[in-house]
T-cell receptor
Framework: AQTVTQSQPEMSVQEAETVTLSCTYDTSESDYYLFWYKQPPSRQMILVIRQEAYKQQNATENRFSVNFQKAAKSFSLKISDSQLGDAAMYFCAYRRQGAQKLVFGQGTRLTINP | DVKVTQSSRYLVKRTGEKVFLECVQD?????MFWYRQDPGLGLRLIYF???????EKGDIPEGYSVSREKKERFSLILESASTNQTSMYLC????????????????FGAGTRLSVL
């Protein structure tokens, strides 16, 4: 069974600085998708960024980028120029190609210090 | 915008009560999901449905059942609520995986925080 591990229950960063959230996963599949979801306090979870495993290029969405290391089964999220609105729980998730279900990590609570 | 609406943000129930959590989506998505979110455990899948009247057990289905009589609505049922079912419950919907890679993500409701006393 696939598993996703986020080893940092909590992280904090100063506003305007850069922070990296870690995620590792375990799978024997070669085709899959990886996601980072953000859950702000008392608000809906939204997709931040996604990565297709067959793509070598790391995905980027404005201030958010990933470092996808397929051989190491690592998928970290980098947030540049952190803003107060980035404070949230962040979940890493995995989906096998063709599967409907996501497998989530434990989550990392990110605090932004002004 | 996709909208996934959960009927209650907060619920307080007594042990042994039958509890219904309702979820409605407005994007004509085939897939709907119920998750349970607990600190340190992340999101765990309870059940999902890939079509009307179709369902599949997730990782933690014990103590729960589901109903999907209409495409837009997916209900989670706690037949006899217990204190260990106190948790945050999240509903999500998505189109079928692989159909359109740009739409191929799950959309979440705001969650229902259930307390069973």
């Amino acid at each position: 069974a696939q598993t996703v591990t986020q080893s940092q229950p909590e992280m904090s960063v100063q506003e305007a600085e850069t922070v990296t959230l870690s995620c590792t996963y375990d799978t024997s599949e070669s085709d899959y998708y990886l996601f980072w979801y953000k859950q702000p306090p008392s608000r809906q979870m939204i997709l931040v960024i996604r990565q297709e495993a067959y793509k070598q290029q790391n995905a980027t969405e404005n201030r958010f980028s990933v470092n996808f290391q397929k051989a190491a089964k690592s998928f970290s999220l980098k947030i540049s120029d952190s803003q107060l609105g980035d404070a949230a729980m962040y979940f890493c998730a995995y989906r096998r190609q063709g599967a409907q279900k996501l497998v989530f990590g434990q989550g990392t609570r990110l605090t932004i210090n002004p | 915008d996709v909208k996934v609406t959960q009927s209650s943000r907060y619920l307080v129930k007594r042990t042994g009560e039958k509890v219904f959590l309702e979820c409605v989506q407005d994007m004509d998505h085939e897939n709907m999901f119920w998750y349970r979110q607990d600190p340190g455990l992340g999101l765990r899948l309870i059940y999902f449905s890939y079509d009307v009247k179709m369902k599949e057990k997730g990782d933690i289905p014990e103590g729960y059942s589901v109903s999907r009589e209409k495409k837009e609505r997916f209900s989670l049922i706690l037949e006899s609520a217990s204190t260990n079912q106190t948790s945050m419950y999240l509903c999500a919907s998505s189109p079928p995986a692989g159909l359109d890679r740009w739409r191929d993500i799950q959309y979440f409701g705001a969650g229902t925080r259930l307390s069973v006393l």
